[in-house]
């Protein structure tokens, strides 16, 4: 399997370790007390509800790392549709190691099979529009490169790993800066200084106001373009303010709609035109696919 860039094979094993060890400390007595060491087991993991399988490469070092001879076989692969009630995997090993590991694998493969799920669903409900969805940064704290590898799986595309990738002035560096136009012009001397040319800037304008100054200066990628959807009584939502945005930017800079996106209101914000929408959701309230491993004793073999 190829990994993201963000994902480091070595800082991944590392991740594995230190989960391991806060879930099996000095070991997994109850398995330690009622299974003997000689004895073998199989396993096979079911999906108990629709949705995007991701997670199987994480899950396959955690039993790796428990017990390098457990054998772990993939029925279905990352970002593949899996339904409810079909087997996902196979193990076959140790029976201490496939219980010891058992949890810390699912845990791994739920929520991201759960983000990847949640993209796959706002991708569909964009359907053929160029309007492209973006993650956030609002990622489990010691699980983004996984949060974000769980995006893409799911059809999303990644926006900045981190505060090193991107030049994003929101609101607070705006008014820490002394307005818009300040703002862009330190960004960009920065970057100049420090010969990070390679850095794109993007920025947040939430006001009419803010949008002329930032179109005035000039100097930017993309435009962040903050809650300009308002939700309607009907439970609909208005996008009149960020068609007007999208419009006035026309094609100079990029843009970007955040704020009131959810899956019944994304084509709507789609068709403003803007380039990217950003769904915080994805991986800051992501619910859990409801997957299982169940575990038989190994006979006749």
């Given at each position: 399997?190829?990994?993201?860039?963000?994902?480091?094979?070595?800082e991944l094993?590392?991740?594995?370790?230190?989960?391991?060890?806060?879930?099996?400390?000095?070991?997994?007595?109850?398995?330690?007390?009622?299974?003997?060491?000689?004895?073998?087991?199989e396993?096979?993991?079911?999906?108990?509800?629709?949705?995007?399988?991701a997670?199987?490469?994480?899950a396959?070092?955690?039993?790796?790392t428990?017990d390098?001879?457990?054998?772990?076989?993939?029925?279905?692969?990352?970002?593949?549709?899996?339904?409810?009630?079909?087997?996902?995997?196979?193990?076959?090993?140790?029976?201490?190691?496939l219980?010891?590991?058992?949890r810390l694998?699912?845990?791994?493969?739920q929520?991201?099979?759960?983000?990847?799920?949640?993209?796959?669903?706002?991708?569909?409900?964009?359907?053929?529009?160029?309007?492209?969805?973006?993650?956030?940064?609002?990622?489990?704290?010691?699980?983004?490169?996984?949060?974000?590898?769980?995006?893409l799986l799911?059809?999303?595309?990644n926006?900045?790993?981190?505060?090193?990738?991107?030049v994003?002035?929101?609101?607070?560096?705006?008014?820490?800066?002394?307005?818009?136009?300040?703002?862009?012009?330190?960004a960009?001397?920065?970057?100049?200084e420090?010969?990070?040319?390679?850095?794109?800037?993007?920025?947040?304008?939430r006001?009419?106001?803010?949008?002329?100054?930032?179109?005035?200066?000039?100097g930017?990628d993309?435009?962040?373009?903050?809650n300009?959807?308002?939700?309607?009584?009907?439970?609909?939502?208005?996008?009149a303010?960020?068609?007007?945005?999208?419009?006035?930017?026309?094609?100079?800079?990029?843009?970007?709609?955040?704020?009131?996106?959810?899956?019944?209101?994304?084509?709507?914000i789609?068709?403003?035109?803007?380039?990217?929408?950003?769904?915080?959701?994805?991986?800051?309230?992501?619910?859990?696919?409801d997957l299982?491993?169940?575990?038989?004793?190994r006979?006749?073999?």
């Open positions: 399997m190829t990994l993201p860039q963000y994902v480091d094979a070595a094993d590392a991740l594995v370790v230190r989960c391991l060890a806060e879930d099996v400390g000095a070991g997994d007595v109850t398995s330690l007390a009622t299974v003997a060491p000689e004895t073998r087991a396993a096979v993991f079911l999906a108990k509800g629709d949705g995007v399988l997670g199987t490469f994480v396959g070092r955690v039993f790796a428990v390098p001879s457990v054998r772990v076989t993939w029925l279905a692969g990352d970002g593949q549709a899996i339904r409810r009630g079909e087997p996902f995997g196979r193990l076959e090993g140790p029976a201490r190691a219980l010891t590991g058992e694998a699912l845990n791994f493969l929520r991201m099979s759960g983000i990847a799920t949640a993209a796959r669903a706002f991708v569909d409900a964009i359907g053929p529009l160029p309007t492209r969805l973006l993650d956030t940064r609002k990622t489990a704290p010691g699980l983004r490169a996984l949060d974000k590898w769980a995006v799911g059809g999303g595309t926006h900045r790993v981190g505060l090193w990738d991107l994003l002035i929101k609101d607070n560096h705006i008014a820490a800066a002394g307005g818009v136009a300040r703002a862009i012009h330190a960009r001397a920065w970057r100049a420090n010969g990070r040319q390679d850095l794109a800037i993007e920025l947040e304008v006001t009419k106001s803010e949008l002329a100054e930032a179109l005035d200066t000039g930017v993309i435009l962040l373009l903050d300009m959807v308002t939700e309607t009584p009907g439970g609909g939502v208005d996008t303010r960020l068609a007007e945005a999208v419009r006035l930017v026309g094609k100079r800079f990029r843009t970007e709609a955040s704020g009131n996106v959810r899956l019944d209101t994304i084509e709507a789609a068709r403003t035109g803007v380039d990217f929408v950003s769904v915080g959701a994805l991986t800051h309230s992501v619910r859990a696919l299982s491993l169940d575990i038989t004793l006979t006749g073999r």
